[in-house]
Nanobody
Framework: QAQLVESGGGSVQAGRSLTLSCRASGYTVSSLCMGWFRQAPGKARERVAIVYGGAAYTSYGDSAKGRFAISKDVAKNTLYLQMNSLKPEDTAMYYC???????????????????WGQGTQVTVSS
């Protein structure tokens, strides 16, 4: 059974860094799109960063540009999100998502038949 498990969340002060990991099992981190999304209480889910076309292309949400970096390690079957210069407004539950097969999941919008992890909480205090 395909599964994504996130880790690395926590509580940090503003300005610090965190690295989130998303380990896949029963699913191969490959050329299909994968990404990170987040949702804060009372707010809509938003795209943080995605990688697609193998690792050839990445796309970041406006809030992540210049501060976050997405990467994947095929050998470890793991997706990462390096988050620097964290701000209180980055506080949210962060989810890893992946396309199950070509054309079934829109990584830009996070809609369709995607594989989702259970989430990891990030809390940034001022």
């Amino acid at each position: 059974q395909a599964q994504l498990v996130e880790s690395g969340g926590g509580s940090v002060q503003a300005g610090r860094s965190l690295t989130l990991s998303c380990r896949a099992s029963g699913y191969t981190v490959s050329s299909l799109c994968m990404g990170w999304f987040r949702q804060a209480p009372g707010k809509a889910r938003e795209r943080v960063a995605i990688v697609y076309g193998g690792a050839a292309y990445t796309s970041y949400g406006d809030s992540a540009k210049g501060r976050f970096a997405i990467s994947k390690d095929v050998a470890k079957n793991t997706l990462y999100l390096q988050m620097n210069s964290l701000k209180p407004e980055d506080t949210a539950m962060y989810y890893c998502a992946a396309a199950r097969s070509p054309g079934t999941f829109n990584c830009f919008s996070g809609t369709g038949d995607g594989l989702w992890g259970q989430g990891t909480q990030v809390t940034v205090s001022s």
